[in-house]
């Protein structure tokens, strides 16, 4: 993969990652579209440097925030601040109990598995769908609603359903309001990439050619700063605009993936 195609790709994870659109399977469609023929675990591996760097871009953004998650864990005070943190937490075991069981079988599914894209796109779109149309309420996020919204998390794993389309939807759906479960949804899958790195990082699963750090770094930078400038924007325009416009548009990028496959 060529520095420029990286930098698409970085740009594109760093426009996608907030909106309910599922930036992974757009980062597979991307792929496609530029005629990627990259092993399956050069592909995925740039799919986690491009999300790691989203997520960095997330910390910037929500920094306060993190810090009083990571200052709650240890008050170990019975408080709103502490709750918080522990249901931060309680939301990511679903996810990464999936990644560790089924690592092999997740980067298969990162293999130019564009039909199975196209199609996940349109329950991403369902659901979005399904979730406009919810009762709003000022409800906050529980212990059991941070379960569940994990588990949605843990499903959107798969390319093509969007991971804040799934949590956010979810969130909607349990009557959460809708700020609170943007807000949610995008610090609860920050560990869980830092953890994903730091596990590749000590078992080796860096430990790739040197002709492609040069593009993994392009598209780090890209997907990096394009966050920063699209976060606020994004997380703004999700919490205002109906979650319907986006499910017209995941059944519409759906529909041409799976086009594109069956008559390509």
């Known amino acids: 993969m060529s520095i420029f195609e990286s930098i698409i790709l970085g740009i594109i994870q760093g426009l996608t990652e907030f909106l309910p659109v599922s930036s ?15 092993l399956p675990q050069e592909s ?17 953004i929500y920094r306060k925030e993190v810090a009083k998650i990571i200052s709650g864990l240890f008050q170990f005070e019975n408080n709103e601040q502490f709750q918080f943190s522990v249901k931060i937490i309680i939301s990511m075991i679903p996810a990464a109990a ?15 598995q564009i039909l199975l894209v196209g199609a996940m796109l349109w329950v991403t779109g369902l659901l979005l769908f399904v979730a406009d149309r ?3 309420t000022e409800k906050s996020v529980s212990f059991l609603h941070s379960v569940i919204i ?6 959107a794993i798969l390319p093509g359903i969007s991971r804040s389309g799934a949590t956010i939807s979810t969130s909607v759906l349990l009557g959460i309001d809708r700020t609170k479960a943007a807000t949610f949804s995008f610090l609860m899958v920050v560990p869980l990439i830092l953890g994903k790195i730091a596990k590749d990082i000590l078992g080796g699963g860096f430990s790739i050619d040197n002709s ?3 593009a993994l770094a392009a598209g780090f930078v890209a997907a990096f700063i394009t966050g920063l400038f699209a976060c606020k924007w994004m997380i703004s325009l999700v919490r205002r605009a109906q979650l319907s416009y986006f499910a017209y548009y995941c059944f519409a990028v759906g529909a041409i993936a799976m086009a594109y496959t069956l008559f390509n």
């Open 44 to 60: 995925m591996m740039m799919t986690i440097v491009l999300h790691f760097a989203t997520a960095l871009s997330t910390l910037v």
């Open 134 to 136: 919810a009762k709003s």
């Open 24 to 38: 992974s399977g757009h980062l597979e469609l991307g792929k496609a579209l530029l005629g990627d023929s990259s």
């Open 212 to 214: 492609h750090m040069s």
């Open 150 to 155: 994990g588990i949605s998390q843990a499903i």
């Open 98 to 112: 999936i990644g560790v069981l089924f690592a092999d079988e997740l980067e298969r599914l990162f293999d130019k």
